[in-house]
């Protein structure tokens, strides 16, 4: 079943960050091409400090590079993260903010480097992740998480899991997911003056990813896919995001295929909320870290 948690009203520090952000946007000169992208991306990943007691590496995995974040005492258990940025930006750095959700669990995380379109369209982030999670999943509780992009890349990544016989993650995490590269949503329209990302910018990313394909292909699009078999499913969701279409319509998916599905919507959240130093961050990532530490006890 689908069970909707709803937070509270905003508090006043995610208001005056949005009203602030919302206006840097404003003055930055136009519509954002792939290099500005990469840039903000990059300077707001920056910011994200891991926690005390965790160790972060570098390395590589089946070709592909990764970052490693190892608590003292870790247990068998990991949890996979696949980090955002339109498929066009992003990096495992944005990992270090979810640290704290290996060091609580007593596990680690592992976030995948993928390659970036348009250099590397689809499905070279879906073959990276993949053949990461081949890896470091075999025979070992993993939960996946990932956020935005990276959220929708998630699923694509569950369903391929489940498709080619491999073992299934015990639980999957999902924050903001782009789940629809077709952008169809109308929360584009109610949420496109509280929100920093935009249809146009965001069609313009899709594009790049999927080159000639149709944006409705279901592994470039999960939404369209099938979530039969779908490990239990938390999807946390801002109600200022322009992708908050998008999680209502994935939540509604996972349950008609009978899947064990919560849908948490936080007041006032817009996209990436969770990547800044605000009540409604630490709100969302206290239920995902009792989400996941349920998902290894069982």
Known sequence: MVRVLKSQRPSRRLVALQKLMLWATSHAGGAHNVGRTRKITQSMESRQR?????????????????????????????????????????????????????????????????????????????????AVYSEVARNRPTVIVGESAGGGLAMSLVRRALDQGADAPKALVTMFPWADLSNSSDSFLRNEDRDLLSREGLSRSAVAYAGDLDLKTPLLSPLFGSFTDFPPTLIVVGTHDCLLDDSRHVATRLHAAGVDASLVEIAGGFHGFILLPVPESKEAKQRISSFVGRAFIH
Do not use: C
Not at 69 to 83: E, S
Not at 107 to 130: I, Q
């Open 50 to 130: 891991k926690v005390r007691g965790v160790q972060e590496s570098t390395a590589t995995v089946a070709g592909v590079p990764v970052r490693w974040f190892r608590p003292a005492q870790a247990g068998p258990g990991l949890i996979f993260h696949v980090h955002g940025g339109a498929f066009v930006a992003g990096s495992s750095l944005a990992a270090r903010a979810h640290s704290g959700l290996a060091q609580s669990n007593s596990v680690e995380l592992v976030s995948v480097d993928y390659r970036l379109a348009p250099e590397h369209p689809f499905p070279a982030a879906l073959d990276d992740v993949w």
